[in-house]
Nanobody, 123 residues
Framework: QVQLVESGGGLVQAGGSLRLSCAAS????????MGWFRQAPGKEREFVAT????????YYADSVKGRFTVSRDNAKNTVYLQMNSLKPEDTAVYYC????????????????WGQGTQVTVSS
Protein backbone atom coordinates (compact mmCIF):
# COMPACT_ATOMS: atom_id res chain seq x y z
CA GLN A 1 0.00 0.00 0.00
CA VAL A 2 1.28 3.43 -0.92
CA GLN A 3 2.02 5.71 2.00
CA LEU A 4 3.53 9.18 2.12
CA VAL A 5 4.43 10.55 5.55
CA GLU A 6 5.52 14.15 6.04
CA SER A 7 7.58 15.35 8.99
CA GLY A 8 9.67 18.32 10.07
CA GLY A 9 6.99 20.95 10.57
CA GLY A 10 6.84 23.18 13.59
CA LEU A 11 6.86 26.72 14.92
CA VAL A 12 9.54 29.10 13.70
CA GLN A 13 10.13 32.85 13.77
CA ALA A 14 10.05 34.91 10.60
CA GLY A 15 13.38 34.68 8.80
CA GLY A 16 14.07 31.22 10.13
CA SER A 17 14.34 27.88 8.36
CA LEU A 18 12.77 24.44 8.39
CA ARG A 19 13.34 21.29 6.38
CA LEU A 20 10.36 19.09 5.64
CA SER A 21 10.73 15.42 4.76
CA CYS A 22 8.36 13.06 2.99
CA ALA A 23 9.07 9.36 3.39
CA ALA A 24 7.48 7.07 0.81
CA SER A 25 6.66 3.38 1.00
CA UNK A 26 4.70 0.89 -1.07
CA UNK A 27 5.80 2.29 -4.43
CA UNK A 28 8.80 2.43 -6.73
CA UNK A 29 9.80 5.86 -5.51
CA UNK A 30 12.42 6.56 -8.17
CA UNK A 31 9.83 6.13 -10.94
CA UNK A 32 7.71 9.12 -9.89
CA UNK A 33 7.94 12.86 -9.80
CA MET A 34 6.86 14.37 -6.48
CA GLY A 35 5.28 17.61 -5.42
CA TRP A 36 4.65 19.81 -2.40
CA PHE A 37 1.42 21.69 -1.76
CA ARG A 38 0.19 23.77 1.15
CA GLN A 39 -3.13 24.86 2.58
CA ALA A 40 -3.79 27.67 5.04
CA PRO A 41 -6.99 27.77 7.13
CA GLY A 42 -9.94 28.93 5.06
CA LYS A 43 -7.94 28.92 1.84
CA GLU A 44 -7.62 26.56 -1.09
CA ARG A 45 -4.69 24.22 -1.40
CA GLU A 46 -1.92 25.73 -3.51
CA PHE A 47 1.06 24.40 -5.39
CA VAL A 48 4.51 24.96 -3.87
CA ALA A 49 7.15 22.90 -5.69
CA THR A 50 7.69 19.77 -7.77
CA UNK A 51 10.67 17.61 -8.73
CA UNK A 52 11.21 15.16 -11.60
CA UNK A 53 11.66 11.46 -10.90
CA UNK A 54 15.45 11.69 -11.13
CA UNK A 55 15.76 15.12 -9.54
CA UNK A 56 16.99 16.69 -12.78
CA UNK A 57 14.19 19.24 -13.09
CA UNK A 58 12.28 21.34 -10.56
CA TYR A 59 9.55 23.96 -10.65
CA TYR A 60 8.43 26.42 -7.98
CA ALA A 61 5.54 28.72 -7.26
CA ASP A 62 6.51 32.37 -7.63
CA SER A 63 5.79 32.97 -3.95
CA VAL A 64 8.61 30.65 -2.83
CA LYS A 65 11.23 31.03 -5.57
CA GLY A 66 14.64 31.85 -4.15
CA ARG A 67 13.61 30.78 -0.65
CA PHE A 68 12.53 27.13 -0.93
CA THR A 69 14.44 24.21 -2.44
CA VAL A 70 12.97 20.81 -3.27
CA SER A 71 15.29 17.81 -3.48
CA ARG A 72 15.13 14.05 -3.29
CA ASP A 73 17.17 11.05 -2.24
CA ASN A 74 15.85 8.06 -4.15
CA ALA A 75 18.07 5.67 -2.19
CA LYS A 76 16.20 6.74 0.95
CA ASN A 77 12.77 6.99 -0.68
CA THR A 78 12.53 10.55 0.59
CA VAL A 79 11.77 13.98 -0.84
CA TYR A 80 12.68 17.18 1.00
CA LEU A 81 11.56 20.78 1.09
CA GLN A 82 14.16 23.16 2.49
CA MET A 83 12.43 26.39 3.53
CA ASN A 84 14.56 29.45 4.22
CA SER A 85 13.69 33.07 4.97
CA LEU A 86 10.27 32.00 6.17
CA LYS A 87 7.46 34.53 6.27
CA PRO A 88 4.16 34.51 8.20
CA GLU A 89 2.44 34.03 4.84
CA ASP A 90 4.10 30.61 4.62
CA THR A 91 2.02 29.36 7.56
CA ALA A 92 0.03 26.35 6.35
CA VAL A 93 -0.28 22.60 6.40
CA TYR A 94 2.24 21.22 3.92
CA TYR A 95 1.53 18.07 1.92
CA CYS A 96 3.67 15.90 -0.30
CA UNK A 97 2.14 14.01 -3.21
CA UNK A 98 2.98 11.68 -6.10
CA UNK A 99 2.54 12.31 -9.82
CA UNK A 100 4.01 10.75 -13.00
CA UNK A 101 7.54 10.92 -14.31
CA UNK A 102 7.59 14.66 -14.87
CA UNK A 103 7.00 17.82 -12.87
CA UNK A 104 3.40 18.95 -12.45
CA UNK A 105 1.61 21.77 -10.66
CA UNK A 106 -2.08 20.86 -10.85
CA UNK A 107 -3.78 18.91 -8.07
CA UNK A 108 -5.54 16.46 -10.39
CA UNK A 109 -2.17 15.29 -11.70
CA UNK A 110 -1.36 13.77 -8.29
CA UNK A 111 -2.84 10.50 -7.10
CA UNK A 112 -1.40 9.88 -3.61
CA TRP A 113 -1.10 12.37 -0.78
CA GLY A 114 0.45 12.44 2.67
CA GLN A 115 -1.37 13.48 5.82
CA GLY A 116 0.33 16.87 6.04
CA THR A 117 2.61 18.61 8.52
CA GLN A 118 1.92 21.97 10.14
CA VAL A 119 4.27 24.89 9.59
CA THR A 120 3.65 28.03 11.64
CA VAL A 121 5.75 31.17 11.14
CA SER A 122 5.44 33.88 13.77
CA SER A 123 6.08 37.56 13.12
Amino acid sequence: QVQLVESGGGLVQAGGSLRLSCAASGLTFSSYAMGWFRQAPGKEREFVATIKWDGDNTYYADSVKGRFTVSRDNAKNTVYLQMNSLKPEDTAVYYCARTGLFVAQREFEYDYWGQGTQVTVSS
